[in-house]
């Protein structure tokens, strides 16, 4: 079955160098293009990328909602029974979530049970519990994105201006524009082809011809909305979920930000 | 409430907590109601430090009052994971200021635990030491003889294989007829990366790459083969005796001292040979151990453990309810935590695989210690030997000479 992707189209006419790590069921890779003056700092470049990779595994064993000992098993096991204390880089992708979760009104929604209006999130303690049993918090919809965020970030803190950090078929994020190519890394969908072009944004693209992969909450039934929803704008890990949505709903929500573009393509 | 009344409290609730023991997660996330929060500071928030903080957080008795590095970038990822953490830049400034805190993590790099213990040890501070716990002998030394002194505190090293629950049971397999003789011993720690990390504004490349350092640092042999010869020790009955070793940089030639690929063989006092590998440069396998038997194999893969028997091997009872596991040619029987507690509840198939990272269970066993006055996991006796052992095998390694011990 032809599912919408993204192809990334790097024409590096300078050298790069290039990063790539199996996490989230899916591959991530790392683009950082250097000049070849710089390849004097390639010690310095490799060592930022592999950073960049190793949050990308970190998030995958802490976000995962299959293994056991991740951080997610860990809330769902433990948040009925008391509140579980978060860092600051999870409480706020939870309280993206959320957000998301309520201007959706519900079209994108990382809980398994009761619904993202059970889970309690408490900004002066930073924890997070479940008001009422039967809940459970996946999130696959947001973590690839918010990896994404998470490397480009960090190759940013480091120096780095020209990159492209894109999570499988679903996620990318540009870092600067492509020397020789001011407007941006240019991106394909597929199977449409339509291209996009990313400078310092994000794209997320999901596909309702995915139909064993995203859940309907007001149904509980798999969605079978648009071959392609894609949203380009600041954060990979709320493009992600508004992606998601906008698949769920077959449209642009009404509530969703100008700063979000959507591209919505139908079957033929 | 005091200590002594908060041992009382747990004398006291016995009855209950045997019924609850079954499910550990539930003792260690929600706190006692009138529990007070046992205040540490960690020292040293690297990659170890954070993950140090991730994982003692979820110990619901326990509050991160402070975090310390000399990278201000570096305290400040600590305070987002820590809510209300207190940040420092110089650790004495802990023991003189925040005396409301009574136990310490140290996750520096190795070659500046030991001034750090002795200041904790001096201001008698319950202390957990990141292993291999010096880079030298002397240093080694020197801090199992510094806790010695720190009469009525914990010390724990971080040799985390020895509070993994699968480990556990991995060490009562090896020391039953299940397993018989070992006439073999395997460990590796592979994992491609270059070793190095960036280096932030403010710090020097000596500051934060100091494992690849000649000068300071114990290389691939002293830093992963000192936890891999500890889990040895931790299973057998026996001690090394001497060691041999190599090393090689196959792919990492960017100027650097160390061998990015290692290997070593230490020879036990009954002979029985130990092989480790570590290599920067292939990640195939990643970290693992194995105990060849007479009777059977048994490997521990940090998380997972397995158990392949000899075909003229006899069938033991716990058998029948394993799991298992084809590796070509090779059938391994899945070995579980708490296999009969699991079989009770109709779990088995649910057990595989551990519920935290195997630095949660170490976190767990000090917080235990203090809090129970419990026997510590990791000593500070242990944790010379094993990081003399190590670093007798870095020298080895880079002498290509036997080393004695």
Request: charged content about 20%; some cysteine.
């Amino acid at each position: 079955m032809r599912t919408a992707s993204i192809r990334p189209r790097c024409v590096c006419a300078r050298s790069d160098l290039r990063f790539a790590t199996a996490a989230m069921g899916t591959r991530f890779e790392i683009v950082i293009e250097t000049a070849a003056a710089e390849s004097q700092h390639d010690v310095h470049w490799r060592a930022v990328g592999e950073a960049a990779i190793a949050e990308i595994e970190r998030l995958h064993r802490q976000l995962s909602f299959f293994a056991k000992d991740s951080l997610v098993s860990h809330i769902n096991r433990t948040a009925l029974s008391a509140p579980v204390r978060l860092d600051v880089d999870t409480f706020s992708l939870l309280q993206d979530a959320q957000a998301v979760w309520r201007l959706s009104d519900g079209a994108f929604d990382v809980t398994r049970g009761s619904g993202m209006d059970r889970v309690i999130l408490d900004e002066n303690a930073r924890t997070v519990s479940f008001g009422c049993d039967g809940i459970s918090i996946d999130l696959g919809g947001i973590a690839k994105g918010h990896a994404v965020d998470r490397a480009a970030a960090i190759l940013r803190e480091h120096g780095v201006t020209r990159a492209l950090v894109h999570g499988g078929t679903s996620s990318v994020a540009a870092v600067g524009s492509p020397a020789g190519s001011p407007q941006g890394w240019t991106i394909a969908l597929a199977p449409s082809g339509t291209t996009v072009t990313l400078s310092d944004e994000t794209l997320s693209v999901s596909s309702g011809a995915m139909r064993e992969h995203i859940v309907d909450p007001s149904t509980g039934a798999f969605i079978k909305g648009p071959r392609i929803a894609a949203v380009t704008g600041p954060s990979a890990r709320l493009g992600d979920a508004w992606s998601t949505a906008v698949a769920v709903l077959g449209a642009r929500p009404a509530r969703m930000d100008s700063e979000w573009q959507t591209i919505i393509e139908a079957y033929d | 409430m005091t200590d002594t009344d908060r041992r009382t409290f747990i004398a006291q609730t016995a009855g209950s907590m045997a019924a609850i023991a079954l499910f550990p997660e539930y003792v260690f996330s929600a706190p006692i109601i009138g529990e007070r929060l046992r205040k540490v500071a960690v020292i040293g928030v690297g990659a170890q430090g954070r993950d140090i903080i991730e994982q003692i957080m979820k110990l619901g008795s326990v509050e991160v009052a402070a975090v310390c590095d000399v990278l201000p970038t570096r305290v400040k990822a600590g305070q987002d994971r820590a809510a209300g953490a207190e940040g420092f830049a110089d650790y004495r400034d802990i023991f003189g200021k925040r005396t409301d805190i009574e136990a310490v993590l140290i996750a520096t790099p190795t070659h500046l635990h030991t001034q750090i213990v002795r200041d904790a040890v001096a201001a008698k501070k319950h202390i957990y030491c990141e292993a291999p716990i010096a880079h030298t002998p002397d240093d080694a030394r020197a801090i199992a003889a510094a806790a010695a002194t720190n009469a009525g505190r914990v010390f724990q090293a971080g040799l985390i294989a020895r509070s993994n629950p699968l480990n556990k049971r991995v060490r009562s397999l090896i020391r039953s007829d299940s397993v018989r003789d070992i006439v073999l011993m395997y460990a590796q720690h592979h994992h491609k990366t270059s070793g190095r990390f960036p280096v932030p504004a403010g710090a020097t490349d000596a500051d934060i790459n100091w494992r690849l350092n000649p000068d300071v640092s114990i290389g691939l042999a002293g830093e992963h083969g000192t936890h891999a010869i500890d889990f040895m020790r931790y299973v057998r009955s026996s001690e090394p005796a001497r060691v041999t070793g190599r090393g090689i940089t196959r792919l990492w030639n960017d100027g650097r001292k160390l061998p990015d690929t290692v290997q070593f063989t230490m020879e036990w006092v009954d002979e029985v040979a130990f092989d480790f590998s570590a290599t920067l440069a292939n990640s195939y396998g990643g970290e693992h151990q194995i105990a060849y038997g007479t009777n059977s194999a048994v490997k521990s893969a940090v998380t997972h453990a397995w158990y392949f028997k000899e075909a003229d091997a006899a069938t033991q009872g716990w058998e029948v309810y394993a799991s298992r596991q084809q590796f070509g040619a090779d059938e391994g029987i899945v070995l579980l935590a708490d296999a009969t507690q699991l079989a009770a509840q109709g779990l088995l198939k649910e057990g595989i695989g551990l519920e935290h990272p195997p630095l949660y269970y170490a976190l767990a066993d000090y917080i235990k210690s203090i809090d129970e006055n419990l026997p510590v996991v990791a000593t500070a006796e242990d944790a010379m030997k094993s990081t003399i052992a190590g670093i007798a095998a870095h020298k080895a390694v880079m002498s290509r000479a036997v080393q004695a011990l």
